[in-house]
């Protein structure tokens, strides 16, 4: 632990709390509740607004995959700090709507950014925390999410009556008040560490049990996109219910993701991750239950609610379950890396399936919805027929070789 460090150590968990929420939690989660007030302003027309959504998938995806490879260039704290910048300038161009391929490639970049930042800032801060205090630490890191979620759901329809344009310019605003922030909390010392990225060992990725992680994480992938992409759209305008309550549903979305990471954080901790995942893919298969049964506020209310927590709260647990599976963090950073990049391809190839089957259904939203749930029942099955002991043993068996 670094001398910075040891004085202030809550300045890395600042620095990686803020680098989420801007890449991850505004960056992705703004341009939910900004969907409707996009079509509203004919700024584009209502498909390409879903598939510029889905722009931001598909970087995320190129972000996971060059992530490492930018931090073996430079140093991961000098990486981060400029994804940070780089998604302030996304929203600042965003402000000014001077066509499709304008508007998809900021998107695109802002993406790649969240990506980058996914990948980097665990491993670049979890070194100097207490193992014990890992899962709680991650929860905290990944708190960023929670907090642009629900920033997301309280700032923009207050931008919103300022105007569209206000709103992009407010949110670039906010992202570089909080790079700056964050800018000097990055821990240094651990980056000579990281240096060695291709010579990370392949045995752990090929483990069934971290098989198993990787499948499972992708169908979680799957389930939450189209929640996170259509259940305000869904309230609004599927229902009819109008903003407002799209506004209040997104809200309680929104807590739901702050209260996600440090829950899911706690049970990595206390109750093991790999039981915590099985018991938050059950509660989650509940939810979606509700949205596709009910059409009651209140009860799709309390859906987002526990919805909401799903997307932030499932990082600090699949992190956890890499760190039970893999030792060495040189090992533990290439799993992890992969592992992200398995869940942003689902989340990709979800954000454009789920926005293409929107369009040939004529905007049923059950169907997807009903995607959704078929995903965390697999993820449930593949758990369910994959034995701990024959998994660990396995990884033992790899390890001695």
Not at 126 to 149: N, Y
Not at 223 to 235: G, H, I, K, N, R
Request: proline share 4%.
């Amino acid at each position: 632990m670094n001398a910075s460090t040891a004085r202030a150590p809550w300045l890395p968990i600042w620095a990686g709390l803020c680098a989420s929420l801007v890449g991850i939690g505004l960056a992705r989660f703004a341009y939910t509740p900004l969907v409707p007030a996009l079509i509203d302003a004919h700024w584009f027309a209502s498909s390409a607004v879903v598939y510029l959504g889905a722009a931001n998938l598909a970087g995320y995806l190129i972000g996971a995959l060059i992530g490492r490879l930018l931090a073996s260039r430079w140093s991961s704290a000098t990486v981060l700090r400029a994804m940070m910048v780089l998604v302030s300038l996304a929203f600042l161009a965003c402000a000014w709507p001077l066509s499709v391929g304008w508007f998809f490639g900021w998107r695109l970049l802002s993406g790649v950014a969240g990506g980058v930042i996914m990948v980097l800032v665990a491993s670049a801060i979890l070194p100097h925390v207490q193992a014990s205090r890992r899962g709680l630490a991650s929860g905290a890191i990944f708190l960023g999410i929670g907090l642009g979620i629900a920033g997301a759901a309280s700032l923009v329809p207050w931008l919103l009556g300022k105007g569209l344009q206000q709103t992009w310019l407010g949110l670039a605003a906010l992202s570089l008040l909080l790079t700056a922030s964050s800018w000097a909390g990055w821990p240094q010392q651990y980056e000579q560490h990281e240096q060695p990225v291709a010579q990370a060992p392949q045995q752990a990725a090929v483990s069934p049990a971290v098989l198993l992680l990787f499948g499972q994480y992708a169908l979680m992938a799957t389930a939450l996109v189209a929640p996170m992409m259509f259940l305000v759209d869904y309230v609004s305008r599927g229902l009819g219910a109008g903003t407002h309550a799209g506004a209040v549903i997104w809200g309680l979305y929104g807590l739901g993701a702050i209260a996600g990471p440090v829950l899911y954080g706690l049970l990595a901790d206390h109750l093991g991750a790999r039981a915590g995942i099985r018991l938050v893919l059950l509660v989650q298969l509940a939810a979606l239950a509700v949205l596709l049964g009910s059409h009651d506020l209140r009860l799709l209310g309390a859906a987002a609610l526990l919805i909401g927590s799903f997307p932030p709260g499932i990082v600090p647990l699949a992190l956890a379950r890499v760190h039970h599976l893999v030792d060495g963090h040189a090992r533990q950073n290439a799993t992890w890396s992969r592992a992200t990049v398995s869940f942003a391809s689902f989340q990709a190839i979800a954000g454009y399936g789920y926005s293409a089957l929107f369009a040939a259904t004529g905007g049923h939203y059950a169907a997807l919805f009903a995607v959704a749930a078929g995903a965390v029942v697999l993820a449930l099955l593949m758990d369910l027929l994959v034995k701990e002991r024959q998994a660990m043993s396995l990884v033992a068996n790899s390890s001695a070789r």
